[in-house]
C-alpha cells in the first residue's frame, strides 16, 4: 500500500511540474523593449502602430552596429525580426553631434542618413521601403561610447516603396554594442 501511494504521489507531482512549465501568458501583448544605454542588445519599433522586435536568429545575431561599411564611414545599424528587417545609415558627424535626419538622400555627407525597411511577406517577396525628402524622420543618439562599444539612442521615420506605400515607423529605439569602429 505504501508503495502505491508513493508512487501515485511521485506521478502526481511529476504532473504538476508538468503542467506549470507548460502554462503560457496566452494574452500577454508584446512589448517595446525599455530604452537603455548600457548595450542591451535591443532594438525595437511600432511597425504601422504594431509592437515589433529584433529575433534571435538560428545562426548570427539579429543585430548589428558597424561603420566602416561605405567609403564616408557611415554607419549602419541593422535589425531582423518577424517580417522585417529595419536598417539606420547615419552619417558619422551625425552620431558624434548625437541626431540626425533621416531623408534617404547621398548627395552631400549633411544628406546621407537613411531608414531602409525591407518587408518580407507571405509569398515570399521582399518589398523595400525608404525614407525620402518628402517622408522622413529623425534619430537621436544618446549614449555613444567608444571605450565600451555602445550606440544607443531613438527614432521614427516614414518609408515609401517605388509603388507609393508606406510603413509608419515609430517609437523606435536601440541599444548595441558596435564592432569595427574606424574614427
Known amino acids: 500500500m505504501k508503495k502505491q501511494s508513493a508512487f501515485l504521489l511521485i506521478n502526481l507531482l511529476i504532473f504538476i511540474l508538468f ?5 503560457e501568458k496566452e494574452n500577454e501583448e508584446p512589448q517595446l523593449p525599455p530604452i537603455t544605454q548600457t548595450g542591451a542588445g535591443t532594438f525595437g519599433c511600432l511597425v504601422n502602430g504594431k509592437v515589433w522586435n529584433s529575433e534571435p536568429l538560428l545562426f548570427g545575431s539579429p543585430l548589428g552596429a558597424s561603420n566602416n561599411q561605405w567609403e564616408d564611414r557611415r554607419w549602419i545599424i541593422d535589425a531582423v525580426g518577424k517580417g522585417y ?42 518589398a523595400s521601403f525608404q525614407t525620402t525628402y518628402d517622408d522622413f524622420g529623425k534619430i537621436y ?22 509603388s507609393g506605400e508606406k510603413i509608419e515607423i515609430r517609437d523606435g529605439r536601440f541599444d548595441v554594442k558596435f564592432i569595427n569602429y574606424e574614427p
Open 19 to 23: 503542467a506549470a512549465g507548460s502554462c
Open 85 to 126: 528587417t529595419i536598417i539606420l545609415e547615419i552619417c558619422r558627424d551625425s552620431v558624434i553631434k548625437g541626431e540626425s535626419t533621416l531623408k534617404g538622400s547621398f548627395e552631400s555627407d549633411e544628406d546621407c542618413s537613411n531608414g531602409i525597411v525591407h518587408f518580407k511577406n507571405y509569398a515570399s517577396q521582399t
Open 141 to 162: 543618439i544618446s549614449r555613444f561610447d567608444t571605450i565600451n562599444q555602445i550606440i544607443s539612442g531613438t527614432f521614427y521615420f516614414d518609408a515609401v516603396n517605388s
